[in-house]
């Protein structure tokens, strides 16, 4: 079974950087792409970024291009989350996840890990 453990999450002020890191381990992990969301209090879960591991392409949404970069090492099977200048906005849960084939639906969701930039 695989298991997504996402780490690295705190308190920090506005401005400030963090760096988010997913690791993934079972024995039949599988990988066509990693991606980082979040949940903000009284809002839905969104999308953050997205890293596919042929090119090594990424994808961000709006709200966080020029300030976020995700990376993946496939040695460690680990996905990182870079957040620099951030801002108050982007307190949330945040959770990764995993599409195994071009085709597959997202796997199960785990606990995340808080974020909070305060003001």
Not at 8 to 31: H, K, M, N, Y
Not at 32 to 56: C, L
Not at 86 to 101: H, Q, V
């Amino acid at each position: 079974q695989v298991q997504l453990v996402e780490s690295g999450g705190g308190l920090v002020q506005a401005g400030g950087s963090l760096r988010l890191s997913c690791a993934a381990s079972g024995r039949t992990f599988r990988s066509y792409a990693m991606y980082w969301y979040r949940q903000a209090p009284g809002k839905e879960r969104e999308f953050v970024a997205g890293f596919f591991w042929s090119g090594r392409t990424t994808t961000y949404a709006e709200s966080v291009k020029g300030r976020f970069g995700i990376s993946g090492d496939n040695v460690k099977n680990t996905v990182y989350l870079q957040m620099n200048s951030l801002k108050p906005e982007d307190t949330a849960i945040y959770y990764c996840n995993n599409r195994e084939t071009l085709t597959s639906a997202l796997g199960s969701w785990g606990q995340g890990t808080q974020v909070t930039v305060s003001s």
